[in-house]
Structure formats: C-alpha cells, structure tokens
C-alpha cells in the first residue's frame, strides 16, 4: 500500500511539472486570442498579415510533428522540455521589440520548432506512460484542464496589467502589450530550469534496452500507419481541434461586432479560459467512469452545436446572453481537448513507438493550425461586417459532427482484432 501511495504520489507531482510546462509554453504563441487587435495595432501589420503568421506556426508544426515522435522515443523528455522552454522564452524577448512583419514570419517559425519539435510528442508521451489503462482519460483531463488553469491564471495577471498601463496617462497599447510579453516571457524562463532538475527521466531508463534495438524507422511507421485506430483517434482531434481553434477568433469577432473594448473583450476570453479546467478535468473523469469515445462524441456534437449558434447570435443580444454563450462554447471545446488524447489508451501502441504514433496523429490532427488562418483571412475580407465569421463558424460545426462519428466508431471494436 504505502508503495501505491508513493508511486502514485510520484505520477501526480511529475503531472504536475509537466502541466506547468504544458500552461506555461503556448500562451506566447497565442497572444492574440486575447489580444488581437492590440497585436495589430503595436505592431503596426494587418489582419491577414496576423493569420499568416499563424499559419506559419501551424505549418512548422505540421512538418516537425512526426520527428517530434522520433525523438521522444530517442531522447531524454526533461532535456526536450526544458529547451523547449528556453528557446520559446527567449525568442519572446525579441518579440517584445515589436519587430517588423518578416521578422515575425521568423520568430513565428521558430516558435513553432521549438514548441513543436522538441516539445509537443515528448510531453504527451510522458503522460500518456505516467498514467495506467483505466487513467488514461483523468490523466489528459489534467494535463489539458491544468494547463487551461496555467494559462488562466496568467491571462488574467496579464490582463490586469494591460488595463492598468493603459489607465495610466503615459499608457499606450503598445507599452501595456509589451509588459504582457514581459510576463510570459519570464515564467518561461523560470519554469525551464525546474523542469530540467525535477522532471524524472524514467521513461528513459525503463526503455533503454528496448529502444536500443528499434527497427528501421520505416517498419515502426508502416506499423503505426496500418492501426485502424490511430487514424480514427486523428479524426477525432483534427475535428475537435478546429472547434477549439474557432475560439481563437472570439476576440476580434466580438470586439468588432459587438461594440466591446479591448478591454471587456479580454476579461469575456479570459473568463472562458477558466472553463478549462473544469470542463478538461470534468470530462477526463467522465470518460474514464463512462467510456471516452462516447463521451467524446457527445462533447463533439454539443460543441458543434454551440458553435453554430454562435453564428446566429444577434449582435443586439444582451451582453448575459452573449458571455453564458462564450462560456458554453469554451466549457465543451475544453472538455473535448481533456478527452480526445484519451482515445490513445485504445489504439494498443508500444511504447518503443508510442512517441512515432502521437507524431503522426498529431500531424494529423493539429493541420487545421495551418489551413485554417488560409481559409479565415480571405473569407473575413470578402465577407465583412461579421458575415465572414459566421460562415467559418457554420464550416466549423460541420466538421465537429465527423469528428462525433469518428469517436463513435473508435468506441465499437474492430472485428479485425476480435
């Protein structure tokens, strides 16, 4: 029993390191979910220009997402981590300088190096070899509601600091943008020395022999490719993971349509990021006691659901009704991005290739981080005035019914395997 205890008292602290990680690596990247057109502004570049950088990360994670699988399953995660960590804190500091657009373009795909490359399969192999068959779902339900509690906290340290530079009457957008940089940037560089000294490299160490005698690279990728599983498990996050995305666009949608300030629109964001810890958790725990696919199919056609009345939310709505909406929308996303790593528990991958599996379904599934900022520019500048979001949110709730199907069809057994 008191080995129980300690082991399980380990797997939880070292959940911990890696949720702070998780919570305090991506917001940067991500500014402008609550800051977009304060980003605009400070750095004096467009909307379109924006989402090209964004596309930029999305398209360097795309192609680093399978190496990124290789090298978890090669090299030491506490190293992977912390650099990871590093490189992203120091690339923010010359993106506190408000450099020009092209310079952006580079720090955008750096960033996307260093948070994709050397960070994204190591850390969810981690968890996913931290947690037992039945923990799978509480466990990604931390790992996401932890990091959605993270990145709350810090949203809204950040956001009282913006608003109260700007209340001060030296206050510009740019000088308050920059102290949020500011903040970001410096927990970055703390957190990366404590993860270096006090995350564990037992993953390592309890495969050393067995990776020590891999296979060619390509007979572990045609392993990972012929699993019915690993591409259902696919669908499922890049239909849920565009739902989620969707969201980024909420700060711009309703200061633009609803007559907000930058300031209300950033306290309207932030509180929906305090729906992810509640709705991560909640569903991991759910999924666990129920079974995850179908409770990630349910949250899949819920989300859907949502989304799309968002789009015929009138903008003469009351303010209540427009904030519970928001609300609703982010509490079900969270709860779907808490599960549908979950589904990996199912799919049966060793663990000599389980960062590999995670690479390819992450490659998969996070391409709407590329295409997405293509497809909503164009549309947001041909279809002003609001018109232009609804439609991608309509094409967005689409999408999240195929991904409750594919959840629904990852919970039947494959006769294959029967």
Known sequence: MQLTTSSTLRSY????????????IYPLLYLRQNFELSILESFDITQT??????SMLGLIFVIT??????LADRFSSRKLLSLSLLATGLLGIWFSTMPSYDALLVIYGAWG???????WSAHIKLVAMLARADQQGRFFGILDGGRG?????????????????????????????????YLYVGVLLVVSPLVYWLLDDFEEESEAEETASTRPFIEDLMDVLRRREIWLCALCIVCGYQLFYATYSFSAYLQQNFGLTAVAVGTITVAKL???????????????WSNPEKVLSILLVLASISLSMMAFLPTTSATFMMVTLVLLIGLLTYGVRGLYWATLGGCNVPNKIKGLAI????MIGYFPEWYLP???APLLEQYPGGLGYKIYYLIISACGLFGAYGAYLLSKPNKNDQ
């Not at 220009?49 to 964004?54: A, E, K």
């Not at 509690?149 to 740019?174: H, P």
């Open 13 to 24: 602290s070292q959940l911990a390191l890696i949720v702070i990680a998780a919570g305090a």
């Open 274 to 288: 305090w729906m992810r810890p509640i709705g991560g958790i909640a569903a991991g725990f759910i999924g666990d």
């Open 359 to 362: 690479g390819m379904i992450s």
């Open 149 to 181: 509690l993270v990145e709350a906290l810090l949203a809204t340290v950040a956001v009282a600091i913006f608003a109260y530079v700007l209340s001060q009457s030296s206050g510009t957008t740019s000088l308050a943008l920059k102290q949020v940089i």
């Open 49 to 54: 220009q924006l989402r090209y950088c964004s």
């Open 65 to 70: 997402y399978v190496p990124s699988g290789w």
């Open 113 to 119: 190096i260093a948070t994709g490359l050397t960070f």
């Open 374 to 376: 293509l497809i909503s």
